[in-house]
């Protein structure tokens, strides 16, 4: 072998194998790197499941709270109705205990004023012989009578 030919045969071996070499680590090197992807691949697809799921979750969660809160408003609505009308029965009510407790002082004064009428002419009566007789028999018929 000549010398020239020795000199570029070594270094070319060494440097066939040295490339060999990282031709073998960078088919490792890729067969980790896909072996790794379909592991994200794979935990990607798990959590976009999941997320999937929460969100079908938070949105039948919204629509039973909306639901919900419709309920809610038609009951309110409901309530304010009846309380109208009970605050417009309770109006109606107190103006006629106020016709009637006026009506019934209204009596009240009247029969006042009739029963001292009533015992003016009686006590003026009384003094009178006749009435003092007639009075004392009825009040031996009925004791009840006595008194006045």
Known sequence: ?????LLTTKPLLWAIGILSLAVIALAVCLVVVRASAR?????????????????????TRVAELASANAGYARTVAVLQ????????????LKRQSDGAVAAAQAREADANTTL????????GQARETRCALALTEVEASCPAFSGY
Request: proline share 2%.
């Open 39 to 59: 592991a994200d691949a794979a935990t990607y697809e798990g959590v976009v499941a999941a997320c999937t799921a929460q969100k079908s979750g938070a949105t």
């Open 1 to 5: 072998m000549n010398m020239p030919a």
């Open 81 to 92: 109705a009846e309380l109208l009308a009970a605050q417009a029965q309770a109006l109606t």
């Open 116 to 123: 001292k009428q009533f015992m003016n002419r009686y006590a």
